[in-house]
């Protein structure tokens, strides 16, 4: 049934992944005449097309940096993340991230940041929206969110946090809601907020964890005094646990949980689906005060560079956590290839076709790292 649900456009993309061992089989040649030093250091080019249920056919090319400082493996790395994609939608995003480490650890700079023109589609929120609810708009955003962290004790961090964003609606479709402005945000909208970060860390690895945990909290509060257009607040809580069962075969887990009170403009809310969590089901079609979910993913060698993987999730939206319905609670499936580009660091470019329950047509992803 899969495979006769797989179009032209999905087969263009396997092949554009089954050409990439000839691309890398130089580079990892030159890698290995690599002086001991430059283990430390290390830079992941890549430039791809690739196709998304958001975005449909696009064009993306990112960077991996990473860095040891004092040359000193025992360290965490310095870490930059730069992407830039368009797509045949007219979509657009600039994106950077990384964390920056001081005084061997003792703190650490934190932020991400990027700036969007987003053609995209608006169904409505709640868990029960349908094709039909289905209308059209653009809008233009940028948003800034970082904070500064210091170490609180072995793995352990926590710091002020700070979230700027900044959304323009350049077009609605006539008649629907957001032209109605039923929702708040519908015109564009302003949300500054100010709160705190809490994060441990014990995981092996960022870019490919074998075993240990990651959890983190995040909770912001949104102000007009801060410039935002509304009050409200909302909170993150994310769970990463990763198990070894013999060199490369791992399974991880995680746990989501999203939630926010007050005036919350429909930018704001949480969003279910997208290429990291709940894969499977297109991203914002789903969307409420109140968004949970969990997946699990098993990591297998297969030859060379090329590593594959397996994974489910379950997860839904509602408008507070005692609303949640099971009847409505939505799941997805599905297989991928990875391969690696960083051998060091076990960075890989990755490639994802998953399903929902509906077995709707399969959802095919493209994009560096790890999905978790």
């Known amino acids: 049934m899969v495979f006769k649900m797989l179009n ?3 087969l263009c993309l396997i092949m554009a992944l089954l050409i990439l061992p000839v691309v890398l089989f130089s580079e990892e040649n030159s890698n290995d005449s690599k002086e001991h030093e430059e ?5 992941v080019p890549f430039a791809i097309p690739f196709y998304t249920p958001e975005t449909s056919f696009g064009v993306g090319a990112a960077l991996v940096l990473y860095n040891y400082a004092d040359k000193d493996r025992s360290l965490r ?3 930059l993340e730069v992407e830039v994609f368009g797509t045949v939608k007219k979509q657009f995003e600039a994106r950077l991230a990384g964390d920056k480490y001081f005084q061997r650890n003792m703190f650490r700079a934190t932020g991400e940041m990027s700036a969007n023109i987003f053609p995209s589609n608006f169904y409505g929120t709640g868990s029960d929206v349908k094709k039909s609810d289905k209308e059209e708009y653009e809008q233009n955003s940028f948003s800034f969110e970082g904070g500064i962290l210091a170490h609180i004790f072995k793995n352990m961090y926590v710091g002020p946090y700070c979230e700027f964003s900044r959304f323009k609606m350049t077009d609605t479709e006539n008649g629907g809601l957001l032209d109605r402005e039923l929702y708040k945000g519908s015109d564009g909208t302003a949300a500054t907020g100010f709160g705190g970060f809490a994060e441990y860390d014990n995981r092996d690895s960022e870019f490919f964890p074998r075993k240990g945990f990651l959890l983190s909290a995040k909770s912001l509060f949104y102000r007009k005094q801060f410039g935002s257009e509304y009050n409200f607040s909302k909170s993150e809580f994310d769970y990463k646990q990763f198990f070894n069962i013999a060199g490369d075969h791992v399974i991880g887990v995680e746990g989501y949980l999203y939630n926010s009170f007050g005036d919350v403009p ?4 949480g969003e279910l689906g997208g290429q990291e969590l709940m894969r499977g089901y297109e991203e914002g079609k789903f969307r409420d005060k109140t968004y949970a979910a969990a997946q699990i993913e098993y990591r297998f060698p297969i ?5 594959g993987s397996i994974f489910a999730s379950a997860g839904n939206v509602s408008d507070e956590i005692s609303n949640f ?7 997805s499936f599905g297989a991928g290839l990875r391969c690696i580009l960083d051998k060091e660091e076990h960075i890989p470019l990755r490639l994802d076709f998953a399903m929902n329950k509906d077995f709707d047509e399969p959802s095919i992803y493209f994009g560096l790292l790890e999905a978790f």
């Open 77 to 79: 790395a310095d870490g």
């Open 8 to 10: 032209k456009k999905s």
């Open 39 to 43: 283990e430390y250091f290390g830079i």
């Open 303 to 307: 030859v060379w560079r090329l590593t």
């Open 325 to 331: 319905e099971r009847d409505e609670m939505k799941y």
């Open 266 to 269: 429909w930018q704001k809310l």
